[in-house]
């Protein structure tokens, strides 16, 4: 065989080498799109959502039955309630209330003059919409006096030694600043507290 014969021959055999090396083999098929598994109709994390939704509905509901919004702490409400004394607490832009044990909403904001007003608007407002997200804006108190008024049969508040008290019910309570949203029970405050200092006149001399 001549030296052309075999170059021939030998290209030959590398082009089928090559043909074959480079064609397709089919594998094994695919798996159908109808042989994965189904996901779950409701699954563990979509059953405990719907669980801690409703929990969450149902304790605003419960909040709406003594007439207060879903973000007040209910319990401490009560409890402020069960021990007789002022529960204060703020929602919205501006807006908050000194609740009595009986449920009544005491203005706390645009009022004018010492005696609070009670609002039986708000306290309707929070029954009738557990939970509701429609935050108000309210005016601010205006001439709040600078004396206390011992005979007010409701809830007052005056200003005196750098402190904002209300009298209710014959106790004196400190109101807080800022007031929470989720509420603060008050504490009764004593008389060195409020009461203001008697004044030292100077001694005068006895004649002989």
Not at 11 to 33: D, I, Q
Not at 124 to 144: H, Q, S
Not at 157 to 168: E, I, L, N, S
């Amino acid at each position: 065989m001549s030296k052309k014969t075999c170059v021939a021959a030998l290209v030959g055999t590398l082009a089928v080498a090559l043909t074959t090396a480079c064609t397709p083999t089919s594998g094994p098929a695919a798996p159908s799109s109808n042989s994965s598994a189904s996901a779950p109709s409701d699954g563990a994390v979509r059953t405990y959502r719907k669980a801690q939704a409703k929990e969450v509905m149902r304790q605003l509901k419960l909040n709406a039955a003594i007439g207060i919004p879903g973000e007040v702490d209910r319990g401490y409400a009560e409890a402020a309630a069960k021990d007789r004394v002022l529960f204060v607490f703020s929602w919205g832009e501006g807006c908050s209330w000194a609740r009595t044990p009986d449920g009544a909403l005491w203005r706390l904001h645009a009022t004018d003059g010492g005696a609070l007003v009670r609002d039986r608007d708000a306290e309707e407002a929070f029954r009738k919409v557990p939970g509701r997200a429609d935050l108000w804006t309210c005016n601010p108190a205006a001439n709040i006096p600078a004396a206390d008024a011992v005979d007010a049969t409701d809830p007052y508040r005056w200003a005196a030694g750098g402190y904002t008290w209300v009298r209710w019910n014959g106790a004196i309570y400190s109101l807080p600043s800022p007031i929470a949203e989720t509420g603060t029970a008050l504490s009764v405050a004593k008389p060195a507290e409020y009461a203001p200092a008697p004044s030292m006149s100077p001694s005068v001399p006895t004649p002989n």
